[in-house]
């Protein structure tokens, strides 16, 4: 009891820190990251060996952050809710027995139609998790033998969607050996001077990553939203606080707002870009040297856009503090507590080079995208960069090969029944009644496919319910085949920041507390006409030299 009433008196000795004086220091200090940070994070990074033995004083890891959280509350209840299995049922059953079938459609694709649309319905709806869903919807095409159980299950062994599966085993290799997190400190310290450039050096640097780390909700979640968090509260920028719009809210949008520049750059840097090739591939719009193609087409107004954001926002959204002096020499004591790049990081470099390497000549010399995808994995398992525990934890990895593979079967069944060509025919009949050009067709086709993305609550469901729909629509109104299929691609990367339901990068970003619900949806619409203006005007002239149209 003695040491008891000692240790009270002692700390009640200790002077108590004041707001005022907190908010009069200028200087760019430490503060550990809140727990509820965790709860936002797409997979659980790993430090690398030498940041275990050196924890870094700034831009502090994920990992420490759900170290420090609490067990989360195991779920009560169960099963499906029962509003939206209800609602999901009922579109289906709509279309099915109440919708008059054309009589160009055969009962067997007007049935595969209404489970599509009940698929669908759920995935935006949410009566259970995204996967779960999607299996119902199978069953239901195998169990009513609407089709054969080798066709359901056929797109399983589809390529792009293993070399989707792989890349996320690859953003985990990134976080793991913290070779991302290095990269994005190297450029706080070259850039950060300011907070202009500091939002420069974090979007260079995620540009730099994203073909080798092809999930964008990966690398916000893994690498840069916590290098946010931490030179937010750095700075006194505090989540849920008026002090947020100091530097993180500023920060957050603009990384949020960029990001989608980085996916549309590099047909590797994102998972629904090889989902969209793939579609396209399914109705017969095929692009030669994949990698290259989406590049040279993609670079001049993603580039533009990339270099433009940060600035914009800076005029829309500015932030409170505008220089960050102290922000370099802060990461250059953090590289220097990391210490040297260590093994595992260099093995990350080396496969990751290989990996783009391949994925750049592959069509040259024969090796075919997931392969070299294969051969990059394989190298990380064999040095023991990854390890086969890593690949079963990485649970999102595994349900997106559950659903993708169902949504892309699906719809290369109902383009194979006829579904898709009749509906882009009668799309197609309307536009012409409006006596519309193809230049006017393609940008009603594009604004609609764009703005209709309030509507879902993920890229990759969107593109997996309307992609082959509305490149078909493009195609049936005389749109040049390549240009319909890449611009949709690019859309479907540029609406990811619309709203903080958009995208799993947008829920991380919004779920760090700095931005209200009204400035997301406010700075989503203005940055996606931004957006849609510099894409227009430059790409229009961009494609028409390349020879797109």
Same mark, same amino acid.
């Given at each position: 009891?003695?040491?008891?009433r000692?240790?009270?008196?002692?700390?009640?000795?200790?002077?108590?820190?004041?707001?005022h004086?907190?908010?009069?220091?200028?200087?760019?200090?430490?503060?550990?990251?809140?727990?509820?940070?965790?709860l936002?994070?797409?997979?659980s990074?790993?430090l690398?060996p030498?940041?275990?033995?050196?924890p870094?004083p700034?831009?502090?890891?994920a990992?420490?952050?759900?170290?420090?959280?609490?067990?989360?509350?195991?779920?009560?209840g169960? %099963?499906?809710?029962?509003?939206?299995?209800?609602?999901?049922l009922?579109?289906?059953?709509?279309?099915?027995?109440?919708? =008059?079938? =054309?009589?160009e459609?055969?009962?067997?694709a007007w049935?595969?139609l209404?489970?599509?649309?009940?698929?669908i #319905?759920g995935?935006?709806? %949410?009566?259970?998790?995204?996967?779960?869903?999607?299996?119902?919807?199978?069953?239901?095409?195998v169990?009513?033998?609407t089709?054969?159980?080798?066709?359901?299950?056929?797109?399983f062994?589809?390529?792009?969607i293993?070399?989707?599966?792989?890349?996320?085993?690859?953003?985990?290799?990134?976080?793991?050996?913290?070779?991302?997190?290095?990269?994005?400190?190297?450029?706080v310290?070259?850039l950060?001077?300011?907070t202009?450039g500091?939002?420069?050096?974090?979007?260079?640097?995620e540009?730099?990553?994203?073909?080798?780390?092809?999930?964008t909700t990966?690398?916000? %979640?893994?690498v840069?939203?916590?290098?946010?968090?931490s030179? !937010?509260?750095?700075?006194?920028?505090?989540?849920?606080d008026?002090?947020?719009?100091?530097l993180g809210?500023?920060?957050?949008? !603009?990384q949020?707002?960029?990001?989608?520049?980085?996916?549309?750059?590099?047909?590797?840097?994102?998972?629904?870009?090889?989902?969209?090739?793939?579609?396209?591939?399914?109705?017969?719009?095929k692009?030669?040297?994949p990698?290259?193609?989406?590049?040279?087409?993609?670079?001049?107004?993603?580039?533009?856009?990339?270099l433009?954001t940060?600035?914009?926002?800076?005029?829309?959204?500015?932030?409170?503090i505008?220089?960050?002096?102290?922000?370099?020499?802060?990461?250059?004591?953090?590289?220097?507590?990391?210490?040297?790049v260590t093994r595992?990081?260099?093995?990350?470099v080396?496969?990751?080079?290989?990996?783009?390497?391949l994925?750049?000549f592959?069509?040259?010399i024969g090796?075919?995208?997931?392969v070299?995808?294969?051969?990059?994995?394989?190298i990380?398992?064999?040095?023991g960069?990854?390890?086969?525990?890593?690949?079963?934890n990485?649970?999102s990895?595994?349900?997106?090969?559950?659903w993708?593979?169902?949504?892309?079967?699906?719809?290369?069944?109902?383009t194979?029944?006829?579904?898709v060509?009749w509906?882009?025919?009668?799309v197609a009949k309307?536009?012409?009644?409006f006596?519309? !050009?193809?230049?006017?067709?393609?940008g009603?086709?594009?604004a609609?496919y764009?703005?209709?993305?309030?509507?879902?609550?993920?890229?990759?469901a969107?593109?997996?319910a309307?992609?082959?729909?509305?490149?078909a629509?493009h195609?049936?109104?005389?749109v040049?085949?390549?240009?319909?299929?890449?611009?949709?691609?690019?859309? #479907?990367?540029?609406f990811?920041?619309?709203?903080h339901?958009?995208?799993?990068?947008?829920?991380v970003?919004?779920g760090?507390g700095?931005?209200?619900?009204?400035d997301?949806?406010?700075?989503?619409?203005t940055t996606?006409?931004i957006?849609?203006?510099?894409?227009?005007?430059?790409g229009t002239?961009?494609w028409k030299f390349? %020879?797109l149209?």
């Open positions: 009891m003695e040491r008891l000692l240790a009270v008196s002692h700390r009640a000795a200790l002077p108590l820190p004041t707001p004086n907190h908010l009069r220091r200028r200087r760019l200090q430490l503060h550990p990251f809140p727990s509820s940070l965790s936002s994070l797409p997979i990074p790993q690398s030498a940041a275990r033995r050196h870094p700034l831009l502090a890891s990992s420490a952050a759900q170290a420090a959280s609490p067990a989360p509350t195991p779920a009560t169960g %099963g499906a809710k029962p509003v939206p299995l209800l609602v999901s009922a579109v289906g059953l709509a279309v099915r027995f109440l919708a =008059p079938r =054309p009589a459609v055969t009962p067997q049935q595969l209404s489970i599509f649309l009940t698929t #319905s995935l935006v709806l %949410g009566p259970l998790p995204v996967g779960a869903w999607a299996f119902l919807g199978l069953t239901a095409t169990a009513t033998r089709l054969p159980f080798t066709a359901a299950f056929g797109a062994t589809n390529e792009v293993w070399l989707i599966v792989i890349s996320f085993f690859f953003a985990r290799g990134f976080v793991k050996t913290g070779l991302g997190d290095r990269v994005a400190t190297y450029f310290k070259w950060g001077r300011s202009l500091l939002s420069y050096g974090l979007t260079i640097s540009a730099c990553i994203a073909p080798a780390m092809p999930s990966a690398r916000a %979640g893994g840069f939203l916590p290098i946010v968090k030179l !937010s509260l750095s700075a006194g920028s505090k989540p849920n008026p002090s947020a719009r100091k809210s500023y920060l957050v949008q !603009s949020l707002q960029a990001s989608g520049n980085s996916s549309a750059l590099f047909l590797t840097a994102a998972a629904q870009n090889l989902l969209c090739l793939k579609l396209a591939e399914e109705i017969g719009v692009i030669a040297n990698w290259i193609s989406w590049f040279k087409v993609a670079s001049l107004p993603a580039i533009i856009s990339l433009a940060p600035y914009l926002l800076y005029k829309i959204f500015p932030p409170e505008k220089d960050t002096p102290e922000a370099p020499a802060i990461a250059a004591q953090k590289l220097e507590n990391m210490g040297p595992n990081e260099w093995v990350m080396a496969t990751m080079i290989l990996a783009v390497s994925w750049i592959g069509d040259t090796v075919s995208s997931v070299a995808a294969m051969i990059g994995l394989s990380l398992l064999l040095l960069v990854l390890n086969w525990e890593d690949c079963l990485e649970k990895a595994w349900d997106t090969l559950a993708f593979a169902i949504l892309v079967g699906m719809a290369g069944q109902l194979n029944l006829g579904i060509s509906m882009s025919n009668c309307v536009l012409q009644s006596s519309l !050009s193809w230049p006017a067709a393609f009603v086709l594009q609609s764009f703005f209709i993305h309030y509507l879902f609550a993920s890229q990759t969107h593109v997996g309307l992609y082959s729909a509305f490149l629509m195609l049936a109104a005389g040049p085949a390549i240009l319909s299929a890449l611009a949709l691609t690019y859309n #479907s990367n540029l990811g920041a619309l709203t339901y958009s995208s799993g990068q947008s829920a970003y919004y760090a700095y931005v209200d619900l009204p997301v949806f406010k700075l989503g619409f996606a006409a957006n849609a203006v510099i894409w227009g005007v430059v002239f961009w390349l %020879g149209y």
